[in-house]
C-alpha cells in the first residue's frame, strides 16, 4: 500500500510563491506517474501537473509558466514550485500516484491515479 502525504501549503499574497512537497511510503518514484490536482468546494478535482517515471512533464494550461513539478527519486519526494500565485490558485492541493505508465493526456483525470494523499490547502489573498 502507498501512502503520500502532503505539505507545504499556507496563505500567501497574490504574486507570492509556495513549495508543496509530496512525501511517499515506498520508492515508487523511479516507476510511477505522479501528478498534482486541487480541488475547490462544490467543484471538481482537477489536474494541475503530472510528471512520469522519465521526468517528462505535463501542466494544466491555467499554470503552465508558473508552476513546476519536479521529484527526487532519492528522497521519494515530489515537489511542486508555485509561483505568481493568483487568487484562483485557492484550493485544496492533493498528491497522487499510480503504477501504470502516464499513457493518458495531459495531467490525466482523478480515474488515472489510485493513490492519492490527504491533502493540503493553499490560500491566495488579493
Known amino acids: 500500500q502507498v501512502q503520500l502525504v502532503e505539505s507545504g501549503g499556507g496563505s500567501v499574497q497574490a504574486g507570492g510563491s509556495l513549495r508543496l512537497s509530496c512525501a511517499a511510503s515506498?520508492?515508487?518514484?523511479?516507476?510511477?506517474?505522479m501528478g498534482w490536482f486541487r480541488q475547490v468546494p462544490g467543484k471538481e478535482r482537477e489536474g494541475v501537473a503530472a510528471i512520469d517515471s522519465d521526468g517528462n512533464t505535463n501542466y494544466a494550461g491555467s499554470v503552465k509558466g508558473r508552476f513546476t513539478i519536479s521529484k527526487d527519486n532519492a528522497k521519494n519526494t515530489l515537489t511542486l514550485q508555485m509561483n505568481n500565485l493568483k487568487p484562483e490558485d485557492t484550493a485544496m492541493f492533493y498528491c497522487a500516484a499510480d503504477p501504470a505508465p502516464c499513457l493518458h493526456a495531459g495531467v490525466g483525470t482523478i480515474d488515472d491515479y489510485n493513490y492519492w494523499g490527504q491533502g493540503t490547502q493553499v490560500t491566495v489573498s488579493s
Open positions: 515506498s520508492t515508487i518514484y523511479t516507476r510511477y506517474c
